[in-house]
């Protein structure tokens, strides 16, 4: 098992930037493809990005191309999400997530983060 914890949220201007980190807890971290997600209020929870097990492969949602990166660091059993160019339609709950595997994936996730607020104000 892995256990995951978000953290980088907060409010921002639109046009502003924000890092989100998520930390894994194991030994087995580079194991693991991780992704971000996010869900607004009354929206279902949507794909964001992913990488792979060694970072040398991401995907990402068509919405975020360009603006936001996806990274990791596995001596620190970390991934990041860099977001710039930030919208206020980009306001969500944003969750880190875990699958075992190589590729990035949009689905199938087995573990999840609490989730980190960003608000994005206009």
């Known amino acids: 098992q892995v256990q995951l914890v978000e953290s980088g949220g907060g409010l921002v201007q639109a046009g502003g930037s924000l890092r989100l980190s998520c930390a894994a807890s194991?030994?087995?971290?580079?194991?693991?493809?991780m992704g971000w997600f996010r869900q607004a209020p009354g929206k279902e929870r949507e794909f964001v990005a992913a990488?792979?097990?060694?970072?040398?492969?991401?995907s990402y949602a068509d919405f975020v191309k360009g603006r936001f990166t996806i990274s990791r660091d596995n001596a620190k059993n970390t991934v990041y999400l860099q977001m710039r160019s930030l919208r206020p339609e980009d306001t969500a709950v944003y969750y880190c997530?875990?699958?075992?595997?190589?590729?990035?994936?949009?689905?199938?996730?087995?573990?999840w983060g609490q989730g980190t607020q960003v608000t994005v104000s206009s």
């Open positions: 990488i792979s097990w060694n970072g040398g492969s991401t």
């Open positions: 997530a875990a699958e075992r595997g190589r590729a990035p994936v949009q689905r199938g996730y087995d573990y």
């Open positions: 194991g030994r087995t971290f580079s194991s693991y493809v």
